[in-house]
Every structure is written in C-alpha cells, then in structure tokens.
C-alpha cells in the first residue's frame, strides 16, 4: 500500500511538473506568429509612408501575412483544443479527452508550419526585391 502510495504521488508531481513546460509550448506559436504579423505590419507602414503606394511590395507579402494570421488562429484554437482535453480527462472522459489531445497537437504543428511558411514566403520577396 506505501508502494502504491509513492507512486501515486510520483505521478501526480510529475504531472504537475510537465504543465508550465505545456503551457510555454502552447505560448511559442501565439508569440512568433503573432510578432511576425506585428513586424510585417510594420514593414508594410514603413513602405506606404516612405515609398508611396507599392502596391508589388505589399502585394508580395500578403501570403506571408496570411499564413502568420493563420499560424496564431491555429495556435489560438490550440489552447483551446488544450483546455477541452484537459476538462474532459478531469472528468474521466477519455473518449472526448483523447480526441482533443490530438487536435491540439495537430493544430500546434499546423501554427509552426504555417509560421515557417511565412517566413520562407517573406525571405522569397525580400530576396526578390534586390537591393
């Protein structure tokens, strides 16, 4: 019954332990897409104030700015993927819990990939742009 008892308390711990690491992980795709859309928004301002109206520069990195917004809405549902796995395996509802847990990884992959996206499409414009 100690024995038991132990490892009970081992998991719990352990458990309690891999939440802030969860919670910092689900952060990182807000945070980088969300950057990327504010520096983009930012670089589209400097070019319409300094350059006029380059409608070939803003153009070209629209689907940057498209794959950002769709990284962090991607990351957005995460969290909330997130928050409805763990509610259901609070309730012992394995079923609906499992289900969502895969949904958040699958959704927290898709806000990485798009993010690497953008990226990749921004440098491919930059790069086109010349000097």
């Keep these: 019954m100690a024995q038991w008892k132990h490892e009970r308390q081992f998991e719990i711990e352990m458990f309690r332990s891999v939440m802030p690491?969860?919670?910092?992980?689900?952060?990182?795709?807000l945070l980088i897409n969300?950057?990327?859309?504010?520096?983009?928004?930012?670089?589209?301002?400097?070019?319409?104030?300094?350059?006029?109206?380059?409608?070939?520069?803003i153009t070209?990195?629209?689907p940057a700015m498209?794959?950002?917004?769709a990284?962090?809405?991607?990351g957005a549902l995460a969290?909330?993927?997130?928050?409805?796995?763990?509610?259901s395996y609070k309730h012992e509802r394995l079923k609906v819990g499992v289900p969502f847990h895969i949904l958040?990884?699958?959704?927290f992959l898709v806000s990485i990939v798009a993010f690497?996206?953008?990226?990749?499409?921004?440098t491919t414009v930059f790069l086109s742009a010349g000097p």
């Design 21 to 29: 690491f969860a919670s910092m992980s689900l952060r990182a795709p």
């Design 34 to 57: 969300g950057g990327a859309a504010t520096v983009l928004l930012a670089f589209i301002g400097h070019i319409v104030t300094t350059e006029g109206m380059d409608s070939a520069a």
């Design 60 to 62: 070209g990195v629209i």
């Design 66 to 69: 498209r794959a950002f917004l």
């Design 71 to 74: 990284g962090l809405f991607s």
């Design 79 to 87: 969290v909330g993927s997130a928050y409805a796995s763990q509610l």
């Design 104 to 107: 958040t990884v699958v959704l």
């Design 116 to 122: 690497l996206w953008g990226a990749w499409s921004a």
